[in-house]
């Protein structure tokens, strides 16, 4: 079953100076949500797909600057960056951007790519409207000429990036903010200021003796002029565990509209297990009971829930409803399909390997410099592969997982555990912090064809990310094809078939679970 939703005007800015009224007109809700996966893979085209069948499409808000920086610098293929620009609320913005990024007809195939400004704790004014007008072009795309559900997926840990690139999706009339990878605690205020055109702010963790966090303060009358009041979208915090949900609920100033309560089989990066971190022969942490969520606390809470990880399945997603959430989130069946931003040739490799000898993806506890467990496909050619890491110099020039920290004396620095080991010794850093680090930043934007072209001749080599349980690909893909359409995802979950091979599990204590009786791939 799918449900196309009727195409109309753009919606974009659609309430540009009008007050914004979310709470009470509540968003629609979706039983699918897309996975707003990785850097560039959950792109507007992707979300857009999704959009149009009546389910919630997603576009990733990480690194959205930097990479329509590189899009324009390839010429802008298809003019879509262009023509979204010129829809941007503030006068001047458009024309500094494409002054400075667009090149016509392209840099040349080894030319490298001109860096978009680095996040920092004080971004300068082209650096903020950079982020901003990124956001927006990304959200506006994947709303243009259609009235579906589109959202934004934003990670916490990325404290000094968000606030601009939640501002950026409000202004194309983004319809769902989602937040994970941290405590989102501070965001439903944020929305709240920046939908009514008030300063709004989070706190970015600073490392160091007694530091305590910084305030960051975003001021939307900086980027539009004063007085432009949002739509507010929905708020969705992406947990783990009914604990931090319950924390995030039980204060109206923290409180989202709802969760995604993500298992750790999800890709990307996953909570770290309650309790002492334990590693299991293959060097990953292991999972336990204390870390199934409880889904009897969490609908007490009564707010609505999707699950996530692992449920790329019709009988996980019947499974889920009659549990009581309103839905599932996918992200593995909708990175691998055709209108994600993955390079094709990823894709194609990913589905080859996953259908015939199998695909390892390894919940790596040391690659991700933000210290959360990252999921890395075992594909050819990518850092997960020893040989190709440690070829790789270390190179650290996009610099989203930079923290922030205090320097001896007086000031604030930044600093990552992938950067160049003398670097981030010299920044006070510990040589144990650096072993096994990845710089995802370059990698994830490899992996989606724009990675950084080097003085030697070498482009960066990619990091793919994807869920553990890809199973669902057997059931997707009849004999003969490699590769399929999100259409074709939507349709497949919202089969009308009984529940089969899954059942709900709920021990004493409430807690819950989905066993899946058929093997993985």
Not at 238 to 250: D, G, P
Not at 417 to 430: F, I, N, R
Request: glycine share 14%; charged share 20%; hydrophobic share 45%.
């Amino acid at each position: 079953m799918v449900v196309t939703a009727p195409t109309v005007g753009c919606p974009a800015v659609k309430s540009l100076g009008v007050p914004g009224n979310t709470r009470q007109d509540q968003a629609r809700r979706p039983v699918i949500i897309q996975g707003g996966m990785g850097v560039g893979v959950s792109g507007w085209r992707l979300a857009r797909a999704v959009a149009l069948t009546g389910q919630l499409g997603v576009v990733s808000g990480v690194g959205l600057d930097a990479l329509m920086a590189r899009r324009l610098q390839l010429g802008d293929p298809g003019g879509y960056i262009t023509r979204a620009l010129a829809h941007f609320p503030r006068a001047g913005v458009a024309e500094q951007i494409l002054d400075r990024y667009l090149v016509a007809g392209g840099i040349g195939p080894r030319e490298p790519f001109v860096a978009a400004p680095r996040p920092t704790l004080h971004p300068n004014e082209r650096a903020t409207n950079l982020a901003v007008a990124a956001s927006f072009v990304e959200v506006f795309l994947a709303k243009e000429g259609h009235q579906g559900l589109v959202g934004i997926n934003l990670m916490e840990k990325l404290q000094m990036s968000t606030p601009a690139a939640a501002y950026g999706a409000l202004l194309a009339g983004v319809d769902y903010v989602l937040v994970g990878a941290g405590i989102p605690a501070e965001f439903p205020a944020l929305l709240d200021a920046l939908a009514a055109g008030r300063p709004g702010q989070v706190s970015v963790d600073v490392a160091g003796a007694g530091a305590l966090p910084t305030p960051l303060v975003f001021r939307p009358e900086a980027v539009v002029g004063a007085g432009v009041e949002l739509r507010r979208p929905q708020f969705l915090a992406i947990v783990a565990s009914h604990v931090l949900a319950s924390y995030l609920a039980r204060d109206p100033a923290t409180r989202p509209d709802g969760f995604v309560v993500e298992g750790p089989s999800a890709g990307g990066h996953s909570a770290p297990p309650r309790g002492p971190l334990v590693l299991d022969e293959g060097g990953e942490p292991v999972y336990g009971l204390r870390d199934v969520a409880d889904l009897d606390k969490v609908a007490a809470l009564g707010l609505p829930y999707w699950l996530a990880g692992g449920y790329a399945y019709p009988a996980r997603l019947a499974v889920a409803l009659r549990a009581g959430a309103a839905g599932v989130q996918v992200g593995s069946a909708f990175a691998l399909c055709e209108e994600s931003g993955l390079l094709a040739s990823i894709k194609q490799a990913a589905i080859v390997h996953a259908l015939t000898a199998g695909l390892p993806v390894r919940a790596d506890p040391r690659s991700s410099p933000t210290g959360f467990p990252f999921k890395l496909a075992d594909l050819p050619g990518t850092v997960a592969k020893a040989q190709v890491y440690e070829r790789r110099d270390r190179v650290c020039d996009v610099g989203y997982l930079r923290a922030a920290y205090c320097k001896p004396g007086a000031g604030t620095g930044y600093r990552c555990p992938a950067e160049p080991v003398p670097s981030y010794l010299g920044k006070g850093g510990k040589t144990e912090e650096t072993i096994g680090r990845c710089c995802l930043c370059n990698g994830l934007v490899a992996a989606i064809g724009l990675g950084q072209r080097r003085p030697d001749g070498t482009t960066e080599p990619p990091a793919v990310t994807l869920g553990q349980d890809l199973a669902f690909l057997r059931e997707l893909l009849p004999p003969g094809r490699q590769s399929y359409t999100a259409v074709e995802v939507v349709a497949y979950l919202l089969q009308a078939e009984p529940v089969q091979e899954a059942e709900v599990t709920r021990g004493g204590s409430g807690r819950a679970g989905v066993a899946r009786k058929s093997s993985p791939v």
